[in-house]
T-cell receptor, first 117, second 114 residues
Framework: AQKITQTQPGMFVQEKEAVTLDCTYD???????LFWYKQPSSGEMIFLIY??????QNATEGRYSLNFQKARKSANLVISASQLGDSAMYFC??????????????FGPGTRLSVLP | DAGVIQSPRHEVTEMGQEVTLRCKPI?????LFWYRQTMMRGLELLIY????????DSGMPEDRFSAKMPNASFSTLKIQPSEPRDSAVYFC????????????FGEGSRLTVL
């Protein structure tokens, strides 16, 4: 069974607007971590933001925030004030187990975001 | 600080040839991962090491693939013999015990097997 679902293969957003990239996950573990990575056209994988399953507050990192809804098993990435440089593939990932008790990162299929001028 | 360093960035080879991909993790990181990325299968974990010891190689596709980590600052992924279906981008990533666990990726090695 697919553990990470990203239902939006492609998204468009106008520059300076906010955009939400969807991610749902499937796990029976109580302890897990959720990650978002950005992959620009140059190919490198850039870590953006992390949310632990026990974190009560949504994670934020600059213009990135993670809308974590544990009961719905969703971990949507919100990018505020989109910039042209945000155009890239975005991957949601999950690691079952926290800290050093789990190493199996599972990545979703990705969402390609295009920011329009 | 230097990030994860991979070489070569691009490799074009003919079917049947041996391919060796190299990785230098971030200094002090004690976990090292090898991933493969293709359009069809996305990002797949091949193998990971902890303190230079292979922990889980269940993602290695077949015996043609092998990985070693002779010391804390160097790892190799070898494909012998290579086949066209091995064409992919191979990523090395590392992390350190005790933090939130994010992986730090290298820039990848794009392999094309003709």
């Amino acid at each position: 069974a697919q553990k990470i679902t990203q239902t939006q293969p492609g998204m468009f957003v106008q520059e300076k607007e906010a955009v939400t990239l969807d991610c749902t996950y499937d796990t029976s573990d109580q302890s897990y971590g959720l990650f978002w990575y950005k992959q620009p056209s140059s190919g490198e994988m850039i870590f953006l933001i992390y949310q632990g399953s026990y974190d009560e507050q949504n994670a934020t990192e600059g213009r990135y925030s993670l809308n974590f809804q544990k009961a719905r098993k969703s971990a949507n990435l919100v990018i505020s004030a989109s910039q042209l440089g945000d155009s890239a593939m975005y991957f949601c990932a999950m690691r079952e187990g926290l800290f050093d008790y789990g190493q199996n990162f599972v990545f979703g299929p990705g969402t390609r975001l295009s920011v329009l001028p | 600080d230097a990030g994860v360093i991979q070489s070569p960035r691009h490799e074009v080879t003919e079917m049947g040839q041996e391919v060796t991909l190299r990785c230098k993790p971030i200094s002090g990181h004690d976990y090292l991962f090898w991933y493969r990325q293709t359009m069809m299968r996305g990002l797949e974990l091949l193998i990971y090491f902890n303190n230079n010891v292979p922990i889980d190689d269940s993602g290695m596709p077949e015996d043609r693939f092998s990985a070693k980590m002779p010391n804390a600052s160097f790892s190799t992924l070898k494909i012998q013999p290579s086949e066209p279906r091995d064409s992919a981008v191979y990523f090395c990533a590392s992390r350190i015990t005790g933090n939130t666990g994010e992986l730090f990726f290298g820039e990848g090695s794009r392999l094309t097997v003709l």
